[in-house]
């Protein structure tokens, strides 16, 4: 069964346009949710995570229990911000990370 | 800032031979992982590693594969007799604690089968 679900394999927005990346879950538990982000040629770096209710780079992400998404914001995307996406699904007692299909990001200057 | 490293970056070989790859995790952690992606799709577990042994796998790891700690420092995953669709990115992953599920990638091997 999936998971983590990412509906988006691709996201255009233009530079300075708000964006919003979809993520939505299965499971019943309490999840931990975490946002990975994977610019050109690089390794998948943590982005955010839904425990510590933090803002990395201009971007935030709530958890929403009631909907089980966990969606990625950010009011105005910058050129920098070109990237895959990958949100990612904790298990209370588990040692492994389910991982969506990933979206990837382009913004157009 | 403490990284994962992984080496090779990119390995050939052939159906049926052996290939190890090897991971470097971040010196004070204690949770190592294989994840694997094929082209074009989700990155998926394959193992944990800890306290040197496995403690959960997936699906995918069957008896091709297995991982070992060999030193104080590396992590290998080896996987015995390659397949076509073996073909894949690679990502070892470590952690610090086990309360808290923040894993630290490396750069990944690609794994080409032929």
């Known amino acids: 069964a999936q998971r983590v679900t990412q509906p988006e394999k691709l996201l255009s927005v233009f530079k300075g346009a708000p964006v919003e990346l979809k993520c939505n879950y299965s499971y019943s538990g309490s999840p931990e949710l975490f946002w990975y982000v994977q610019y050109s040629r690089q390794r998948l770096q943590l982005l955010l995570r839904h425990i510590s209710r933090e803002s990395i780079k201009g971007f935030t992400a709530d958890l929403n229990k009631g909907e089980t998404s966990f969606h990625l914001k950010k009011p105005f995307a910058q050129e920098e911000d070109s990237a895959m996406y990958y949100c990612?699904?904790?298990?209370?007692?588990?040692?492994?990370?389910?991982f969506g299909t990933g979206t990837r990001l382009t913004v157009i200057p | 800032e403490p990284e994962v490293t992984q080496t090779p970056s990119h390995q050939v070989t052939q159906m049926g031979q052996e290939v190890i790859l090897r991971c470097v995790p971040i010196?004070?952690?204690?949770?190592f992982y294989w994840y694997r992606q094929i082209l074009g799709q989700k990155v998926e577990f394959l193992v944990s590693f800890y306290n040197n042994e496995i403690s959960e796998k997936s699906e995918i790891f069957d008896d091709q594969f297995s991982v070992e700690r060999p030193d104080g420092s590396n992590f290998t995953l080896k996987i015995r007799s390659t397949k076509l669709e073996d073909s894949a990115m690679y990502f070892c992953?470590?952690?610090?604690?086990?309360?808290?599920?923040?894993?630290?990638f490396g750069p990944g091997t690609r794994l080409t089968v032929l």
């Open positions: 010196s004070n952690h204690l949770y």
């Open positions: 990612a699904l904790g298990e209370t007692g588990a040692n492994n990370l389910f």
């Open positions: 992953a470590s952690k610090a604690a086990l309360t808290y599920n923040e894993q630290f």
